[in-house]
């Protein structure tokens, strides 16, 4: 598929040893002393994902970013992995891009997760001129990703996403909008023995 300017899709990026130690990470990471939590939006609705968020929280009331989770339950945003800056940095790189990732948006999705159209546009003012791409990393069960145009109401492709894959979008392709339609249950590889899907989107705040 050919996909815009700034948007690269790596498609079985990661093998499926570095698959496993990740999905390891996510797993202690969401059910550890600060755990994932489903985030309910500036409009009162629920988020169809468990989130946690390394390094910096988004707030999902405010859609800013900040040290401690004021939108839930006061803990402060536990430090982002050195392993999963420097993976992120090095997908940027692959993708032709420069990244030097400070926070992590973690989404575990089952079988009924999704995620609605949305530009993330939450970062600094300079990380979003400078068009500082989102690295996405997927684990597990395969994702119907959408990805948009800088309009809501521009056509959107859809790109499944297995795990392994990295997706990279920066420069002209920054505030594309994007989301996740559904989740195909049941297609993680077996090796990982995980129910469901773990997304990671790397960011320079
Ligand atoms: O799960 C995905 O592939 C996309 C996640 C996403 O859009 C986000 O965290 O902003």
Redo the contacts with the bound molecule.
């Keep these: 598929m050919d996909l815009p300017a700034g948007a690269v899709h790596l498609a079985s990026h990661l093998g499926i040893d570095e698959q496993r130690v990740l999905v390891a990470d996510c797993r202690a990471l969401l059910d550890g002393a600060v755990p994932g939590y489903v985030p309910i939006v500036r409009g009162g609705g629920k988020m169809h994902?468990r989130?946690l968020c390394l390094g910096r929280h988004w707030n999902g009331q405010t859609y800013r970013y900040e040290s401690a989770r004021t939108d839930f339950d006061g803990l402060p945003a536990p430090p982002l992995p050195q392993s999963f800056k420097a993976l992120a940095n090095s997908i940027a790189r692959t993708a032709g891009m420069t990244l030097d990732a400070d926070l992590c948006?973690l989404?575990y999705?089952d079988a009924e997760g999704r995620?609605g159209l949305?530009q993330?546009k939450d970062e600094s003012a300079g990380s979003l001129e400078a068009g500082l791409p989102?690295v996405?990393v997927?684990l597990g069960d395969t994702?119907r990703?959408l990805f948009g145009g800088v309009r809501r109401k521009d056509p959107v492709e859809a790109i499944p996403?297995h795990s392994g894959d990295a997706?990279v979008f920066g420069g002209p392709s920054r505030l594309r909008y994007?989301?996740?339609s559904r989740i195909v249950a049941g297609t993680a590889p077996p090796e990982l023995a995980l129910t469901g899907?773990f997304?990671l989107?790397f960011r320079q705040y």
């Design positions: 994902v989130m948006i989404n999705y995620m949305h993330d989102v996405s997927s994702a990703f996403l997706f994007h989301g996740v899907r997304n989107t």
